[in-house]
T-cell receptor
Framework: KQEVTQIPAALSVPEGENLVLNCSFT??????LQWFRQDPGKGLTSLLL?????REQTSGRLNASLDKSSGRSTLYIAASQPGDSATYLC?????????????FGAGTQVVVTP | KAGVTQTPRYLIKTRGQQVTLSCSPI?????VSWYQQTPGQGLQFLFE???????NKGNFPGRFSGRQFSNSRSEMNVSTLELGDSALYLC???????????????FGEGSRLTVL
């Protein structure tokens, strides 16, 4: 059974510092991995999707890497800003008896202080 | 381009009642999935529909059901509500072009259900 873990559960950084968020999964047989952010009481906003054949994906200040063999993905956010404060979740697509589903981690709550 | 739209955004029900939530996916997206989010359990997969067929189902009791219409809009229903059903219900859509293509998930703002 696929387990997705995000450590730490919460972190606080001063503005301008780079953020490093971790996502671990137990089964390397994944189709893809997606990173999201969620603001309080809101839905999830897609940040980056990494296909299983890719090693990394970049969008602006965000960079996500994927290492299937070690079951890890890392999301880097450069030069953090207070507006980056949110909960960040990763999800991996796993196969089931009938097609598949996304399995989510519990998220990392980030606070960027001015 | 309109995003995923969920209605209603907030609702309050009492135990024993039933509720129906609606989701309109992004235009052209044929896959719609539903998730329950609670502080204790996080995001839990409910079910996924593609072209009006349920392709996958999570580990929830039969009180939770759903359907998808020919225009890809989806509804989920919870019957005989319990206090523990209080949660944020999220709908997501994706553009799935073929076998093995999971597509990027796009979420709506959610429907916040409170059961009293």
């Amino acid at each position: 059974k696929q387990e997705v873990t995000q450590i730490p559960a919460a972190l606080s950084v001063p503005e301008g510092e780079n953020l490093v968020l971790n996502c671990s999964f137990t089964d390397s047989a994944i189709y893809n991995l997606q990173w999201f952010r969620q603001d309080p009481g809101k839905g999830l906003t897609s940040l980056l999707l990494i296909q299983s054949s890719q090693r990394e994906q970049t969008s602006g200040r965000l960079n996500a890497s994927l290492d299937k063999s070690s079951g890890r993905s890392t999301l880097y956010i450069a030069a953090s800003q207070p507006g980056d404060s949110a909960t960040y979740l990763c999800a991996v697509f796993v196969t089931t008896d009938s097609w598949g589903k996304f399995q989510f981690g519990a998220g990392t709550q980030v606070v960027v202080t001015p | 381009k309109a995003g995923v739209t969920q209605t209603p955004r907030y609702l309050i029900k009492t135990r024993g009642q039933q509720v129906t939530l609606s989701c309109s996916p992004i235009s052209g997206h044929r896959s719609v999935s539903w998730y329950q989010q609670t502080p204790g359990q996080g995001l839990q997969f409910l079910f996924e529909y593609f072209s009006e067929t349920q392709r996958n189902k999570g580990n929830f009791p039969g009180r939770f059901s759903g359907r998808q219409f020919s225009n890809s809009r989806s509804e989920m229903n919870v019957s005989t509500l319990e206090l523990g059903d209080s949660a944020l219900y999220l709908c997501a859509s994706s553009l799935v072009s073929g076998a093995g293509d999971t597509g990027e998930l796009f979420f709506g703002e959610g429907s916040r259900l409170t059961v009293l």
